[in-house]
């Protein structure tokens, strides 16, 4: 029934074909980077310790190994980080499908670097292995949504713009399958199981090339007529193109400059003060609510919660599932829900789960029950991540800004996600030991708190052009809608709305 929903409002096989192609090669290694180092935890500290035994002579002790595995973990956030700054210079240089092609050669470099680490003896190459597949996550996390959400029609970007989330959770689920006892789960295969971010890789990199660039970038900071109405007809095969192109024009005409702004102009624009506080807070909130622990640490938490050793590994591969599922009911409801309601039911269900997982580890030393309770609120945190903060945030940083805006906005947004991810993947090992099931309440508050500010802040966005969200901002920015409407000066010269390159002819034969 969705399917059908979604095809009444021309959902075209181009469309669908670049968003599974741009999110499987880059969204979805992103979710298996996240959780593919849960299984190898101990053979990867074990390797760890048998290499400084042998090189220097010295039996590390518990903590340092501890320290090692953590700075595994997050070294990938700080290369996610350093991606994310270069966000705005790639895509105004390379374009937005330009950016994701270049970038593929960071995974073959990585995954070949983890891949021999073992081989070579050197467990350096699996932390730079990391970082540098890190850099590729942070770069593709930004672009893949704003390529999508700059490509679709403006009554689908919110499901090509949650298709990224659901191969974030696929990723999630394959490295917990592949990392199971009976397949890749060994000791000898760890660095086999790490290295498979290529394959994914390889396949978007003799794909994506043959699709075209975003018609907004072409036109917009291009000023590329003819290579933006062929990169519509591509896209579309219904609707009204020239409809989207004078869109597109009227926004162009807004822009104070048709260049791209720095971080540094954004954070001091004035008219787009709230919508930089609102990627700040749900890009922030969406870390720090406590999924990443979860992600990164199941296999742990759910030996805490006294789940028989066994089973655990079976067990995390169950909530793998669930974040598919939950991932594609997100997806496949957001154009008739809308993003608000997501958001908010989102993360009300994670800060409730929270809630529920100090309450259940609290009692069951009397209530042997207990520990199931705690692993159901696991997958809940899980399944209420997946419906919507996992996918919302992202989508929204593009419904926000405008053309000169977005980069800025992208790297800004990125930069603090990655911050917030690196932060939880380092400090959470130390902070459970030190707080025990109460560093739980500390995400249940952060749920709460973005909850409450979506509620009284974020607009709906659903089914808006990007100049009627800007002028929805605008009250609230203390600025005048006149602000935000066309400068005259910066006005195209068109003919019939195309331009003087275009002839009525081809707007004709080539697009009605």
């Keep these: 029934v969705h399917m059908m929903y979604l095809l009444d409002l021309h959902l075209t096989k181009p469309l669908l074909a670049v968003a599974f192609l741009a999110s499987f090669g880059s969204s979805m290694l992103y979710g298996f980077n996240l959780a593919v180092v849960n299984s190898p935890a101990q053979y990867i500290k074990d390797f760890y310790n048998e290499t400084l035994v042998e090189s220097y002579d010295f039996t590390p002790d518990e903590e340092l190994l501890t320290v090692l595995y953590s700075l595994t973990v997050s070294i990938f956030a700080v290369g996610g980080m350093t991606g994310a700054l270069l966000v705005g210079r790639l895509v105004t240089t390379y374009g937005r499908k330009g950016t994701l092609v270049r970038a593929t050669v960071l995974v073959f470099i990585g995954g070949l670097l983890m891949g021999f680490s073992r081989a070579c003896r050197m467990p350096a190459m699996v932390i730079i292995g990391r970082f540098i597949t890190g850099v590729h996550s942070g770069i593709s996390l930004s672009v893949v949504p704003m390529y999508l959400g700059e490509i679709a029609p403006k009554n689908l970007r919110g499901f090509l713009g949650l298709v990224p989330s659901i191969h974030i959770c696929l990723g999630v689920f394959i490295a917990q399958v592949l990392g199971l006892s009976e397949l890749l789960g060994k000791e000898e295969h760890w660095p086999l199981l790490l290295s498979l971010v290529v394959f994914p890789t390889t396949i978007q990199l003799m794909l994506l090339p043959w699709f075209p660039e975003s018609p907004r970038y072409l036109l917009i900071e291009k000023g590329n007529v003819h290579a933006t109405i062929a990169a519509l007809k591509w896209y579309r095969t219904k609707g009204n193109i020239q409809a989207e192109v004078e869109e597109m024009q009227e926004e162009q005409r807004s822009l104070s400059s048709i260049e791209t702004i720095s971080v540094r102009g954004l954070l001091k624009d004035r008219c787009v003060r709230w919508q930089v506080i609102t990627i700040i807070v749900v890009n922030i909130g969406m870390q720090l609510s406590g999924i990443d622990a979860i992600w990164f640490y199941t296999n742990d938490i759910f030996n805490n919660a006294g789940i028989p050793e066994p089973y655990i590994q079976y067990t995390t591969v169950g909530t793998g599932a669930i974040e598919v599922i939950s991932g594609m009911l997100g997806c496949f409801t957001i154009e ?104 739980y309440l500390l995400f249940c508050a952060i749920c709460l708190g973005v909850a409450l500010y979506t509620i009284f802040i974020i607009p709906e966005t659903r089914n808006k052009t990007f100049m009627e969200i800007s002028q929805m901002f605008a009250s609230r920015n203390n600025v005048l809608k006149e602000e935000l409407t066309p400068n005259g000066h910066l006005k195209l010269a068109v003919m019939n709305g195309y331009g003087t390159l275009v002839t009525i002819r081809d707007i004709k034969y080539d697009v009605v």
């Design 336 to 439: 008739r829900v809308g993003r608000r309601p997501l958001m908010i039911g989102g993360f009300l269900f994670m800060g409730l789960c929270c809630l529920g997982i100090t309450v259940s580890v609290l009692l069951q030393a009397q209530l042997s029950f207990m520990r199931y309770i705690s692993v159901g609120c696991v997958v809940g945190i899980i399944a209420g991540f997946c419906i919507g903060p996992a996918g919302v945030p992202f989508l929204i940083t593009a419904e926000l800004f405008k053309q000169s805006h977005r980069p800025a906005a992208y790297t800004v947004a990125g930069c603090l996600n990655w911050l917030s991810n690196f932060t939880i993947g380092f400090v959470f090992p130390f902070l459970e030991i030190a707080m025990g099931p109460y560093c």
